[in-house]
């Protein structure tokens, strides 16, 4: 049991529509990352919050958005959504600030289907 | 730029049998490479992290060396069982922005009972 908890798990939407995607972090972990993981593929990193604040990003367009709050849940925004958006996109927190030698956890992901 | 690459693609074996996956990187500047588990539709479980100065990692019948040199770790898996079966990747942290993770494409394992 990690204790990163992703909503939804499943979610269909089509071309050009909007989501949210949420994550709740670990209780004490002040650092989050998403990924998005296509079929078949390792993860790519889309960003990373450390207190709230973006610290590191992906080569993701600017519609790529997120958010964290002070009870460590975040959130994913994407504008405008493309066919190629369809994946699995995970959120992973960590304990420590940026650069400490700490695991992430995952959660077990939103799978997002662009029709 | 950095890139991962792991090798096989895909690994059948029986049950019992001792076995060894295989992860590359370009830059040896790193801070630390991790191996992960995924279960199908599921999310990643960490498996064992080796910091840049350390050698290997063990955790129960799982161990993993890290080369940084020749860019490479091995992720060891002793007596494997069906319970093994998942797909296995390995990400390494750039030392020069230590906030990401950069990954391999996996090796998916398959233990035959």
């Known amino acids: 049991e990690t204790g990163v908890t992703q909503s939804p798990t499943h979610l269909i939407k089509t071309r050009g529509q909007q989501v949210t995607l949420r994550c709740s972090s670990q209780s004490g972990h002040n650092t989050v990352s998403w990924y998005q993981q296509a079929l078949g593929q390792g993860p790519q990193f889309i960003f990373q919050y450390y207190r709230e604040e973006e610290n590191g990003r992906g080569n993701f367009p600017p519609r790529f958005s997120g958010l964290q709050f002070p009870n460590y849940s975040s959130e994913l925004n994407v504008n405008a959504l493309e066919l190629d958006d369809s994946a699995l996109y995970l959120c992973?927190?960590?304990?420590?600030?940026?650069?400490?030698?700490?695991?992430?956890?995952f959660g077990d992901g939103t799978r997002l289907s662009i029709l | 730029k950095q890139e991962v690459t792991q090798i096989p693609a895909a690994l059948s074996v029986p049950e019992g049998e001792n076995l060894v996956l295989n992860c590359s990187f370009t830059?040896?500047?790193?801070?630390?490479l991790q191996w992960f588990r995924q279960d199908p539709g599921k999310g990643l479980t960490s498996l064992l992290l080796i910091q840049s100065s350390q050698r290997e990692q063990t955790s129960g019948r799982l161990n993993a060396s890290l080369d940084k040199s020749s860019g490479r770790s091995t992720l060891y898996i002793a007596a494997s069982q069906p319970g093994d079966s998942a797909t296995y990747l390995c990400?390494?942290?750039?030392?020069?922005?230590?906030?990401?993770?950069?990954w391999g494409a996996g090796t998916k394992l398959i233990i035959k009972p």
């Open positions: 992973a927190s960590s304990p420590g600030p940026r650069g400490s030698n700490q695991p992430q956890h």
């Open positions: 830059d040896s500047a790193i801070y630390n």
């Open positions: 990400a390494v942290t750039p030392g020069d922005s230590n906030y990401q993770l950069i």
